[in-house]
């Protein structure tokens, strides 16, 4: 299939009609379409497949141009069409599709007719409709859909395409079983075998007449019993064999996430160290608070006091020369001592009117509570105590006002770095739960294996036991007359078998070989490092190096997966103009191969200027028409190495957001 | 087994099979189980040429 024209109108922001017609001649079998970001590269990429499959995957779902539909009056109509040229097998086939919309009387723009239509050009030279029947069919004969994204594919794409994961390997096994050939061997074997009671064998076991003997009917029965059993055996084998290969993946999936998040989990334990920092600190602050409260209901009136401490300080000062009494005494002592006991403390008889009573009587006016010298000296040692306490106040809460703001700045300060490294780890995953996801499936893993085992082992006595059977039952079989016919069609059938798996596996072997070869000679055109790729079983690929210091950063950048991805692809591509043969097996024929287009969107997309220039040297030889979507900065490097291939260049002229015209630059 | 198999015959029958598997891929036209009916039908045609 080469492409020779492509017709857009109306199809999203290509408002009007838009044409692109590429060149399909050998020498010159490149055209450029040149378009900035937004102009509708992929937009461009994407009406292939809605042409021929009539599947989008846009956001907004109406394809009608934004200004045309904004035009559109009550009752009124307008199409969407795309109409793709293209010669598949000498023969030109026009294939248009149609979609109309209408504005109805609430204004609402809504679908109406879809038109799908192939025509062909008939050896006369004239262009006739196909039967509404044929139309799907011709398109999937032409390129099936599944395949489709391996020649129609933009830049975002081509990294994930040829990945070694599960959900494109299958894609991948698929598309070049099928672009080479050996998809058709696959599908023969799967109706001859495969299946005890789908398939060719199975179908004619069933016809072995087993009337008048009952060792052969049993034996049938057994067989048919165990062949059941043995499918059934294979199948859980394969969906265990994929399990595991599912859970294996998803195992390395999250280790690279949680690789990738290490820096988060990093980020993660300094914000619980934070916190449990901040907690501290919260309750070094509440005690200091505490300690704040204390003093200010204690000693603040103190403090306030001060100048009149100072004052009533300076105006009792006097009173202490005139103080006559006896420290620690008051005069109730004395009282005591002239009423009560009525002799002094040296031993003298008080009596009333004698000297010492006299002197007592003297000495009692000195003491408190009439004694105003002693009221005096004891004041102002409350004073002072409370001056001084007074004067500790200000230093006191001055700085605990200090030490609990510096706390809480340290709290703010902690605060502001957890949620910059909050923000961080925002939206990113949890490592501690990524980690526990991989214990998990690794359990299950083990489970599985262990599942599998037992299915193995099963398999193999169940197979020896079914072929002992089938053996048994041709030799019994072979006894009644009425069977030659049926057992000799069962010996073509399982001829024929065997000599498909036979060839599937050599040209398996071939096919493997020659695409790691191609993959590998185009990958080394472009790469200018020292790797290779492996093409492991499946089609999976792996790159690997021998340099030391190339293996240290395994890890793949963007730019060496595109072009790993891209010479994966072109290898495939590269491979499925020539037929592969398997030389061993002359009796079978070759299935016929046909030149497919390239149609890539950003093909270069995160590569750099060499790499640029590379895949630019190696695309010309790869695919028998190559058409490439590009910005004008990635063209000015691939421009000069294209140069001779050049057929055609067009640009995108993006008017406004909803318009672009597609026009031929001369 | 293997000397009762007309090879002429077995290689013709090998192309036929792989023409309309071919065919079926690209069409999607028969069903599995059709396939194996017609495939038993090519079989049996081959083989009653030479019984």
């Known amino acids: 299939m080469l492409l020779k024209k492509m017709k857009l109108e109306n199809f999203r922001q290509f408002v009007g009609e838009q044409i692109i017609e590429f060149e399909t001649n050998d020498d010159k079998n490149i055209t450029v379409i040149l378009g900035e970001n937004t102009s509708g590269k992929t937009t461009l990429i994407k009406s292939f497949k809605w042409v021929l499959y009539g ?414 059977l089938d053996k048994e039952i041709q030799k019994l079989a072979a006894e009644n007359e009425k069977n030659e016919f049926i057992l000799k069609c069962l010996d073509y059938a399982k001829y024929i078998n065997d000599k498909f798996e036979s060839h599937y596996k050599s040209l398996e072997k071939e096919i493997k070989n020659k695409l790691e070869e191609r993959t590998n000679s185009i990958f080394n055109k472009i790469y200018h490092g020292n790797r290779d790729l492996i093409l492991k079983n499946n089609y999976e690929y792996d790159l690997t190096t021998t340099d030391i210091e190339e293996d240290k950063s395994l890890d793949l950048s963007e730019g060496l997966k595109t072009v790993a991805s891209f010479s994966f692809i072109a290898g495939i591509v590269s491979l499925a103009k020539e037929k592969v043969h398997d030389t061993n097996n002359e009796e079978i024929s070759q299935v016929d191969t046909e030149p497919y287009p390239l149609v890539m969107d950003a093909p270069f997309s995160d590569t750099d200027e060499r790499h640029v220039q590379n895949i630019s040297k190696v695309i010309p030889n790869v695919a028998e028409q190559t058409i490439m979507i590009i910005m004008e900065k990635d063209w000015k490097y691939a421009k000069n190495v294209l140069e001779d291939e050049l057929s055609k260049i067009y640009i995108m002229d993006k008017k406004k957001e909803t318009i672009t015209h597609i026009k031929e630059v001369n | 087994m293997k000397e009762n198999i007309d090879k002429t015959k077995v290689k013709r029958l090998m192309n036929k099979i792989i023409e309309l598997e071919s065919e079926n891929l690209k069409t999607k036209a028969r069903s599995r189980s059709d396939m194996s009916d017609k495939i038993i039908e090519l079989i049996k045609e081959e083989v009653r040429k030479c019984y």
């Not at chain 1, 605990?400 to 510096?406: D, F, W």
């Not at chain 1, 214990?439 to 197979?463: A, T, V």
């Open chain 1, 55 to 468: 599947k989008t995957d846009f956001e907004t779902k109406s394809l009608l141009n934004t200004t045309v539909s904004e035009k559109l009056k009550p009752g009124n109509k307008e199409n969407v069409a795309g109409e793709i040229e293209l010669v598949h097998r000498g023969t030109l086939y026009v294939i248009r599709r149609e979609q109309t919309y209408f504005r109805n009387n609430y204004g609402e723009v809504k679908l109406e007719n879809a038109r799908f239509s192939v025509q062909h050009k008939t050896s006369e030279g004239q262009l006739k409709y196909l039967d509404k029947s044929q139309v799907i069919n011709i398109v999937n004969k032409i390129l099936p859909e599944d395949l489709s994204e391996y020649f129609f594919f933009h830049g975002e794409q081509i990294k994930t395409i040829g990945e070694n994961r599960r959900s494109g390997k299958k894609n991948i096994k698929e598309a070049v079983e099928s672009l080479l050939g050996l998809e058709t061997l696959d599908s023969a074997i799967t109706h001859l075998s495969r299946g005890d009671k789908t398939s060719v064998i199975g179908k004619l076991n069933k016809e072995i007449d087993v009337t008048d003997n009952e060792e052969l009917d049993k034996k049938t029965r057994l067989y048919e019993e165990k062949s059941q059993r043995l499918n059934k055996i294979k199948n859980d084998i394969e969906e265990n064999k994929d399990i595991i290969e599912s859970f294996e993946e998803q195992v390395m999936d999250i280790n690279i996430k949680i690789k990738d998040n290490m820096e988060t989990k990093k980020l993660k334990t300094e914000i619980e160290n934070n916190n449990k920092i901040i907690e501290e600190k919260r309750e070094i602050k509440e005690k200091k608070i505490n300690e704040f409260k204390k003093e200010i209901s204690v000693n603040s009136p103190m403090f306030f006091m001060q100048p009149l401490l100072d004052r009533a300080l300076k105006m009792v000062d006097n009173f202490e020369e005139i103080d006559e009494g006896i420290p620690g005494m008051e005069a109730k002592a004395i009282e005591n001592i002239i009423e009560k006991r009525g002799k002094c403390i040296c031993g003298c008889e008080i009596v009333e009117g004698s000297e010492v009573y006299n002197n007592l009587k003297e000495i009692k006016k000195y003491l408190p509570p009439e004694s105003i010298g002693t009221i005096v000296r004891l004041f102002k040692k409350d004073i002072s105590h409370n001056k001084f306490k007074g004067e500790n106040f200000y230093d006191k809460t001055f700085n605990l006002v200090k030490e609990i703001r510096t706390i809480d700045n340290e709290i703010k300060e902690l605060e502001s770095q957890n949620d910059n490294y909050s923000d961080e780890i925002k939206n990113k995953p949890d490592v501690g739960s990524l980690e526990k996801e991989v214990r998990d499936l690794n359990k299950k893993i083990q489970h599985r294996r262990k599942k599998l085992n037992q299915l193995l082992n099963e398999e193999g006595s169940l197979e020896k036991s079914v072929n002992d």
